[in-house]
């Protein structure tokens, strides 16, 4: 029989050194065991209303379909899918057309107290699993820049913000959904690219590692921090989430 978990979590969003407001947004569910960050894209064209759109959205849509006996990967689909049609009718109604007006990238996690998980995203948040001392990036960014270098990095690199998939501007999108299974022990980082821009992926284990014995706010206001200090040219979203035994 497998080990009954408990997951405690906090979370933390700045808007950073250089943006006028923060288009970001993080929420969760802990009786359906799901927590997002998202990052809203459009600037003028209303980022902050995707982001948080879509979170509301996704978290109404799961914890409606709870009972369902669908598997967890469709239920999340069909809750992304409904964030998506929700946004991109707004869009729609403003008179954008197909492929423009507002948006937002999106990573959560679904889990279980059984250990198992299931991680998504769209766009280029991200998601990281801390497991014995280690850092692994357990998503990959929707984003050219990621196309050039799976292309083997040739001719001129393009901006690493430019995403090749996002919720809200198109009517259909698709995410990644996958599969995890958790430990005791282990901690998971959900975060906006507003981190992940300023930091390295081994400077973010090491402020993980530092942070081990300290409270959970602690430790995502110091990811934020750190971000800040290298520049902050971003909205900064942290949420950590540490997995225990019941």
């Not at 423009?100 to 998601?127: E, P, Q, S, Y």
């Not at 996958?178 to 906006?192: I, V």
């Not at 402020?207 to 971003?234: H, K, Y």
Request: net charge negative.
């Amino acid at each position: 029989m497998a080990e009954k978990l408990v997951f405690s979590s906090a979370a933390a969003t700045d808007t950073g050194q250089r943006r006028p407001r923060n288009e970001d947004c993080y929420g969760s569910d802990e009786s359906i065991g799901c927590y997002v960050v998202a990052d809203g894209v459009g600037g003028h064209a209303n980022g902050e209303i995707a982001s948080t759109t879509a979170v509301a959205t996704l978290l109404a849509n799961l914890a409606a379909s709870e009972n369902s006996d669908e598997p967890m990967s469709a239920r999340i689909a069909t809750a992304l899918a409904y964030a998506n049609q929700t946004i991109y009718e707004f869009n729609h109604e403003q008179g954008y057309a197909a492929g423009a007006g507002m948006g937002t990238a999106l990573v959560g996690v679904v889990l279980k107290d059984d250990g198992r998980a299931w991680a998504f995203n769209i766009g280029d948040c991200r998601a990281y699993v801390w497991r014995g001392g280690q850092l692994s990036c357990v998503t990959q960014d929707h984003t050219l820049y990621r196309l050039w270098e799976e292309k083997g990095g040739q001719g001129p690199a393009p901006s690493k913000n430019i995403l090749t998939r996002c919720i809200g501007p198109n009517p259909v999108v698709s995410a990644d959904i996958q599969p995890l299974q958790f430990f005791a022990g282990d901690r998971l980082l959900l975060c906006s690219d507003g981190l992940t821009t300023m930091l390295e992926d081994s400077e973010i284990a090491w402020l993980l590692m530092e942070s081990t014995t300290q409270p959970l706010p602690v430790a995502c206001q110091r990811l934020i921090s750190e971000a800040n200090d290298r520049g902050g040219l971003d909205n900064i979203t942290v949420m950590l989430l540490r997995v225990g035994a019941a």
